[in-house]
Protein backbone atom coordinates (compact mmCIF):
# COMPACT_ATOMS: atom_id res chain seq x y z
CA UNK A 1 0.00 0.00 0.00
CA UNK A 2 1.31 3.65 -0.76
CA UNK A 3 1.84 5.44 1.78
CA UNK A 4 4.28 7.94 0.90
CA UNK A 5 5.29 10.01 -2.17
CA UNK A 6 8.40 11.85 -3.01
CA UNK A 7 8.21 14.89 -5.27
CA UNK A 8 10.76 16.21 -7.72
CA UNK A 9 10.77 20.05 -7.48
CA UNK A 10 12.13 21.70 -10.82
CA UNK A 11 9.35 20.75 -13.96
CA UNK A 12 7.67 18.91 -11.54
CA UNK A 13 6.39 21.14 -9.17
CA UNK A 14 7.42 23.99 -10.18
CA UNK A 15 7.96 25.27 -14.15
CA UNK A 16 11.70 26.33 -13.70
CA UNK A 17 12.37 25.83 -17.08
CA UNK A 18 12.26 29.64 -18.19
CA UNK A 19 15.03 30.44 -15.69
CA UNK A 20 17.39 27.12 -15.83
CA UNK A 21 17.62 27.66 -19.58
CA UNK A 22 18.02 31.83 -19.26
CA UNK A 23 20.88 30.83 -16.18
CA UNK A 24 22.79 28.47 -18.63
CA UNK A 25 22.25 31.06 -21.42
CA UNK A 26 23.92 33.71 -18.94
CA UNK A 27 26.66 31.22 -18.14
CA UNK A 28 28.06 30.45 -21.55
CA UNK A 29 27.80 34.08 -22.51
CA UNK A 30 29.77 35.16 -19.91
CA UNK A 31 32.12 32.39 -20.00
CA UNK A 32 32.45 31.83 -23.74
CA UNK A 33 30.63 34.99 -25.22
CA UNK A 34 28.07 32.90 -26.68
CA UNK A 35 24.46 30.94 -26.29
CA UNK A 36 23.96 27.12 -26.13
CA UNK A 37 21.95 25.05 -28.30
CA UNK A 38 18.61 23.93 -26.31
CA UNK A 39 19.45 20.71 -27.51
CA UNK A 40 22.54 20.46 -25.69
CA UNK A 41 20.93 22.02 -22.48
CA UNK A 42 17.58 19.92 -22.16
CA UNK A 43 19.40 16.55 -21.26
CA UNK A 44 21.10 17.80 -18.47
CA UNK A 45 17.43 19.06 -16.58
CA UNK A 46 17.68 17.40 -13.29
CA UNK A 47 21.34 16.80 -13.05
CA UNK A 48 23.71 17.96 -10.31
CA UNK A 49 25.00 21.21 -11.17
CA UNK A 50 28.65 20.50 -10.51
CA UNK A 51 28.58 17.40 -12.65
CA UNK A 52 27.86 19.39 -15.74
CA UNK A 53 29.54 22.05 -15.29
CA UNK A 54 32.42 20.05 -15.66
CA UNK A 55 31.39 18.67 -18.61
CA UNK A 56 30.35 21.84 -20.06
CA UNK A 57 33.61 23.85 -19.24
CA UNK A 58 35.88 21.58 -18.16
CA UNK A 59 39.02 24.11 -18.44
CA UNK A 60 36.77 26.40 -15.73
CA UNK A 61 37.02 25.70 -11.64
CA UNK A 62 33.45 24.17 -11.33
CA UNK A 63 32.73 26.61 -8.16
CA UNK A 64 33.71 29.45 -10.49
CA UNK A 65 31.30 28.77 -13.01
CA UNK A 66 28.54 27.41 -10.74
CA UNK A 67 29.20 30.89 -9.46
CA UNK A 68 28.37 32.63 -13.00
CA UNK A 69 25.09 30.19 -12.76
CA UNK A 70 24.00 31.23 -9.21
CA UNK A 71 24.40 34.50 -9.42
CA UNK A 72 22.04 34.98 -12.13
CA UNK A 73 19.46 32.75 -10.18
CA UNK A 74 19.75 35.11 -7.40
CA UNK A 75 18.83 37.78 -9.14
CA UNK A 76 15.84 36.32 -11.33
CA UNK A 77 14.22 33.28 -9.83
CA UNK A 78 11.36 33.75 -8.31
CA UNK A 79 10.15 36.25 -11.68
CA UNK A 80 10.59 33.57 -13.52
CA UNK A 81 8.95 30.73 -11.87
CA UNK A 82 5.33 29.50 -11.74
CA UNK A 83 3.72 26.29 -10.44
CA UNK A 84 2.61 24.13 -12.85
CA UNK A 85 -1.68 24.10 -13.47
CA UNK A 86 -3.17 21.89 -10.73
CA UNK A 87 0.02 21.71 -8.38
CA UNK A 88 -1.06 23.27 -5.49
CA UNK A 89 -4.37 21.65 -5.53
CA UNK A 90 -2.28 18.21 -6.02
CA UNK A 91 0.19 18.46 -2.66
CA UNK A 92 -2.79 20.25 -0.68
CA UNK A 93 -5.09 16.90 -1.18
CA UNK A 94 -1.85 14.30 -0.91
CA UNK A 95 -1.20 16.04 2.72
CA UNK A 96 -5.18 16.03 3.67
CA UNK A 97 -5.51 12.13 2.24
CA UNK A 98 -2.60 11.19 5.27
CA UNK A 99 0.30 10.77 2.90
CA UNK A 100 3.58 11.53 3.68
CA UNK A 101 5.42 14.05 1.66
CA UNK A 102 8.78 15.10 1.03
CA UNK A 103 10.57 17.02 -1.27
CA UNK A 104 13.56 15.40 -3.17
CA UNK A 105 15.51 18.09 -5.01
CA UNK A 106 18.93 18.69 -6.59
CA UNK A 107 18.30 22.39 -6.38
CA UNK A 108 19.91 24.40 -2.91
CA UNK A 109 17.94 24.63 0.03
CA UNK A 110 17.52 28.37 -0.39
CA UNK A 111 16.16 28.63 -3.42
CA UNK A 112 13.72 25.53 -3.18
CA UNK A 113 12.00 27.06 -0.09
CA UNK A 114 12.25 30.63 -1.58
CA UNK A 115 9.45 29.30 -3.84
CA UNK A 116 7.71 27.00 -2.12
CA UNK A 117 7.03 29.36 0.81
CA UNK A 118 6.48 32.30 -2.19
CA UNK A 119 3.11 29.75 -3.98
CA UNK A 120 1.70 28.44 -0.18
CA UNK A 121 2.68 24.93 -0.37
CA UNK A 122 5.67 24.48 1.79
CA UNK A 123 3.81 23.07 4.52
CA UNK A 124 2.40 20.65 2.51
CA UNK A 125 5.85 18.70 2.77
CA UNK A 126 6.84 16.88 5.65
CA UNK A 127 10.87 16.71 4.45
CA UNK A 128 12.46 18.68 1.93
CA UNK A 129 15.68 17.00 0.68
CA UNK A 130 18.51 18.68 -0.94
CA UNK A 131 22.04 18.56 -2.05
CA UNK A 132 23.24 19.59 1.09
CA UNK A 133 22.35 16.56 2.77
CA UNK A 134 23.93 13.78 0.68
CA UNK A 135 26.99 12.80 -0.63
CA UNK A 136 25.91 11.05 -3.41
CA UNK A 137 22.83 12.63 -5.95
CA UNK A 138 20.41 11.69 -8.25
CA UNK A 139 20.81 9.21 -10.63
CA UNK A 140 22.23 7.46 -7.04
CA UNK A 141 19.56 6.49 -5.01
CA UNK A 142 21.21 7.98 -1.33
CA UNK A 143 18.38 11.09 -2.02
CA UNK A 144 15.35 9.00 -2.07
CA UNK A 145 16.42 6.72 0.36
CA UNK A 146 17.45 10.14 2.99
CA UNK A 147 13.93 10.93 2.49
CA UNK A 148 12.54 7.75 3.30
CA UNK A 149 14.69 7.51 6.47
CA UNK A 150 13.22 10.83 7.34
CA UNK A 151 9.79 10.14 7.02
CA UNK A 152 9.84 6.78 8.85
CA UNK A 153 9.13 5.07 5.13
CA UNK A 154 9.70 2.00 3.32
CA UNK A 155 10.69 2.21 -0.24
CA UNK A 156 7.96 0.00 -1.64
CA UNK A 157 5.36 1.73 0.06
CA UNK A 158 6.12 5.08 -1.61
CA UNK A 159 6.05 6.56 -5.47
CA UNK A 160 8.12 9.17 -6.66
CA UNK A 161 7.20 11.99 -9.09
CA UNK A 162 9.42 13.34 -11.41
CA UNK A 163 10.27 14.79 -14.94
CA UNK A 164 13.91 13.79 -15.92
CA UNK A 165 15.56 10.33 -16.46
CA UNK A 166 17.77 10.99 -13.21
CA UNK A 167 14.42 11.78 -11.05
CA UNK A 168 13.13 8.24 -12.48
CA UNK A 169 17.19 6.51 -12.44
CA UNK A 170 17.09 7.80 -8.45
CA UNK A 171 13.54 5.88 -7.81
CA UNK A 172 14.41 2.82 -9.54
CA UNK A 173 17.72 2.68 -7.76
CA UNK A 174 15.84 3.20 -4.32
CA UNK A 175 13.21 0.43 -4.91
CA UNK A 176 11.02 2.53 -5.27
CA UNK A 177 8.30 3.14 -7.80
CA UNK A 178 8.69 5.89 -10.44
CA UNK A 179 5.82 8.36 -11.44
CA UNK A 180 7.18 10.41 -15.00
CA UNK A 181 4.31 13.61 -14.77
CA UNK A 182 2.94 13.95 -17.93
CA UNK A 183 4.04 17.72 -18.00
CA UNK A 184 7.65 17.39 -18.38
CA UNK A 185 9.73 19.08 -20.65
CA UNK A 186 13.37 17.25 -20.56
CA UNK A 187 11.33 13.86 -22.10
CA UNK A 188 8.63 14.97 -23.69
CA UNK A 189 7.50 12.10 -26.13
CA UNK A 190 9.32 9.53 -24.66
CA UNK A 191 7.77 5.91 -25.04
CA UNK A 192 8.69 3.18 -22.44
CA UNK A 193 10.82 1.58 -25.64
CA UNK A 194 12.46 4.99 -25.44
CA UNK A 195 13.80 4.22 -21.52
CA UNK A 196 15.10 0.56 -22.27
CA UNK A 197 15.22 -1.35 -18.75
CA UNK A 198 14.76 2.05 -17.24
CA UNK A 199 11.59 2.89 -17.71
CA UNK A 200 9.02 4.84 -14.84
CA UNK A 201 6.48 2.25 -12.92
CA UNK A 202 3.80 5.04 -14.06
CA UNK A 203 3.37 7.86 -15.47
CA UNK A 204 0.59 10.85 -14.04
CA UNK A 205 -0.90 12.52 -16.98
CA UNK A 206 -2.61 15.76 -14.86
CA UNK A 207 -1.79 16.48 -11.13
CA UNK A 208 -5.46 16.08 -10.34
CA UNK A 209 -5.24 12.41 -11.14
CA UNK A 210 -2.71 11.86 -8.25
CA UNK A 211 -4.53 10.37 -5.34
CA UNK A 212 -6.52 8.40 -7.36
CA UNK A 213 -3.68 6.71 -9.73
CA UNK A 214 -2.13 6.04 -5.90
CA UNK A 215 -5.39 4.50 -4.61
CA UNK A 216 -5.67 1.99 -7.75
CA UNK A 217 -2.22 0.74 -6.97
Same mark, same amino acid.
Given at each position: ? $?? !???????? #???? +???? @? /?????????????????????????????????????????????????????????????????????????????????? $?? !???????? #???? +???? @? /????????????????????????????????????????????????????????????????????????????????????????????????
Amino acid at each position: M $ID !TILFDFDG #TLMD +TNNI @I /IESWQHTFRTLEGREESLERLIPTFGEPLSRTMAEFFPNIPVEESIEVYRSFQRDHFTGYIELFPGVKEMVHEAKAAGYKTA $IV !TSRLVNTT #TEAL +TKFG @I /IDDFDVIVTPEDTDKHKPDPEPALVALRKLGAKPENAVMLGDTMFDILCANNAGVKSVLVGWTFALKGWTDEDFGDDKPSLRLENPEDLITMLRNE
